[in-house]
């Protein structure tokens, strides 16, 4: 449900940043996007994470609407709250999240809502299958033998 929700938001977050964002704001999330890469290119979760909430809490703002800020940041922090009871961040398709952030950022940048919204909608799908894949494997195991 939470992911369903993030979905609704972010999708209009994304899509509103790409009519609306000025400069300022495009380097906000252009720098946030370099975050993540440097964090996973750095195998350092804390930068990636940092960069990640950046990223998100930037697109919000660049929307330019306060309820969909304050809606994205408090589906956010119930997801940190999920982490820590248990479901790590980005797994196992941390790789594929940079690039992810990358298209959502270069779609806003380029002024596509459509396209910001599409790139959204592949990222937060992504990121729900990979914790459904986290919760699958510590519930019945790594079908490689592995704890």
């Known amino acids: 449900?939470?992911?369903e929700f993030r979905l609704v938001q972010e999708r209009e977050?994304?899509?509103l940043a790409a009519t609306r964002a000025s400069p300022s704001e495009l380097r906000v999330i252009e720098t946030a996007?370099?975050?993540i890469r440097d964090g996973f290119l750095n195998g350092d979760k804390v930068q990636f994470e940092e960069g990640?909430?950046?990223?998100?809490?930037g697109v919000a703002a660049a929307s330019?609407?306060?309820?969909?800020v304050v809606a994205v940041r408090e589906?956010?922090?119930l997801q940190r709250r999920a982490s820590v009871i248990g479901v790590g961040g980005v797994g196992g398709h941390a790789e594929e999240a940079v690039k992810e952030h990358d298209a959502i950022y270069?779609?806003?940048?380029d002024g596509r809502p459509e396209a910001a919204a599409e790139a959204t909608s592949v990222h937060l799908d992504n990121t729900l299958k990979d914790y459904r894949r986290e919760i699958q494997r510590r519930v019945f195991g790594d079908p490689g033998g592995r704890p």
């Open 33 to 35: 996007s370099r975050t």
């Open 1 to 3: 449900m939470l992911f």
């Open 13 to 15: 977050a994304s899509r």
């Open 106 to 109: 270069r779609a806003i940048r």
């Open 64 to 68: 330019h609407n306060f309820f969909v």
């Open 75 to 77: 589906a956010r922090r």
């Open 52 to 57: 990640d909430d950046a990223f998100h809490a």
